[in-house]
């Protein structure tokens, strides 16, 4: 049955959070004539009695503060319909210059400070530094250009070059041929002549002045190509000294712009004509912010003085709240949470009285209870009060 009765059990009653705050005070196991158990009991009593009051003091504090505000809510409240309109102007001034300062402060694609104060500090000369970057940027494109159309001339002058001098070269080969064929017919001609006795005139006088007509057009043409291939090596030298000066233009750009990009910290004038846009944008806010933040002050002060002016305790505290002062629905809620506050703050200062009436009543008690002790209870109670 075992088994029946642990499934079927009773279960033991668990233990309510809320008698954790009653405090009990048991004097079993406690011998008063001994002087270190009782002091040490008395010093406990007066420790909790201590705990209470301090906490009391910080609570008085805080409860008096929100009766105060309390208090205001009321006040205002009271005010009349002329003096309230009043407020009301100023706290709807307050309220429009907060909405707009926190436009601005949530605003995403604000300007940061690292790109912001730069500009500032070359303000004067950004317009003239972007036509400078814009002008440079253009002229390096022109000279890379006609570094690309000269580097694609020289190319095609060397390619003729080459031709040329292949043409030359071959033209040579043709004139070792045509040479050397002529003096194998001579040879052959002389020997038909004088070894055979034939009659070789007519062939002697073919070959020969075949052989001339072939030479002669080979030395025309490689003196043709002799004197074309000068003109392109002279046109070429004049391409690269051409190039040679738009390199020297080529590279003290370069080195402007990189001075330039530098000076103005961009990598193009696009960029920094958008930064410069930027900043204008932003200067325009930033002036119009500050503008807001001085109008903030001007109000925030003219709001306190005349709440002061109406009794109001804390009139600084409703520089925050103007919510309240324009909606009567936020001033509700405002006093129910006051409320609400005050009310928890009075049930924990009625909760510390009572655990310090309570340890002073038990010190009473041992007094009572223990008459012989009585004196020396009592000068403990006035030490710890000192």
Not at 194 to 199: Q, R
Request: proline content about 1%; some cysteine; glycine content about 4%.
């Amino acid at each position: 049955m075992a088994w029946w009765n642990r499934l079927f059990k009773k279960k033991e009653p668990i233990q309510q959070e809320e008698d954790w705050e009653q405090l009990v005070y048991t004097r079993n196991g406690v011998n008063f004539d001994e002087e270190d158990q009782r002091k040490r009991y008395i010093v406990n009593c007066l420790e909790q009695i201590a705990e209470a009051s301090k906490e009391i003091d910080l609570l008085t504090g805080e409860y008096t503060l929100v009766t105060s505000y309390l208090t205001d809510t009321d006040e205002i409240e009271a005010l009349p319909a002329e003096q309230r309109e009043e407020v009301n102007r100023v706290a709807g001034k307050l309220a429009g210059l907060e909405q707009e300062r926190s436009r601005y402060r949530e605003k995403k694609n604000r300007m940061r400070d690292a790109d912001f104060y730069p500009i500032r500090k070359r303000e004067n000369e950004i317009e003239e530094g972007i036509q400078k970057i814009r002008d440079g940027e253009k002229y390096g494109n022109l000279i890379r250009q006609d570094l690309h159309r000269l580097d694609g001339e020289r190319h095609a002058y060397e390619y003729r070059r080459n031709e040329l001098e292949n043409l030359m070269n071959n033209q040579r080969g043709m004139a070792v041929i045509f040479l050397t064929a002529l003096i194998v017919c001579v040879i052959m001609l002389v020997i038909l002549q004088y070894a055979f006795e034939m009659d070789v005139y007519v062939g002697l006088f073919l070959a020969v002045g075949a052989g001339a007509v072939a030479i002669s057009y080979v030395c025309i043409r490689y003196m043709d190509a002799g004197r074309e291939l000068q003109r392109v090596e002279k046109t070429i030298n004049k391409i690269i000294q051409l190039q040679n000066k738009v390199k020297i233009r080529y590279v003290n750009n370069c080195q402007l712009m990189e001075y330039l990009y530098l000076k103005y910290n961009t990598d193009s004038a696009a960029k920094l004509e958008k930064q410069w846009k930027m900043y204008q944008d932003e200067k325009e806010e930033r002036k119009q912010f500050a503008e807001a933040e001085a109008k903030i002050e001007y109000y925030q002060k003219q709001l306190v003085q005349q709440l002061a002016g109406y009794r109001v305790q804390m009139p600084e505290r409703w520089i925050s709240q103007t919510a309240a002062l324009l909606d009567k629905r936020e001033m509700v809620e405002i006093r129910h949470e006051l409320i609400q506050r005050r009310q928890v703050l009075r049930k924990q200062m009625d909760y510390n009285q009572e655990v310090a009436e309570s340890a002073r009543n038990e010190v009473k008690d041992i007094a009572a209870t223990y008459p012989k002790y009585a004196q020396e209870i009592l000068a403990m109670v006035e030490r710890y009060d000192r």
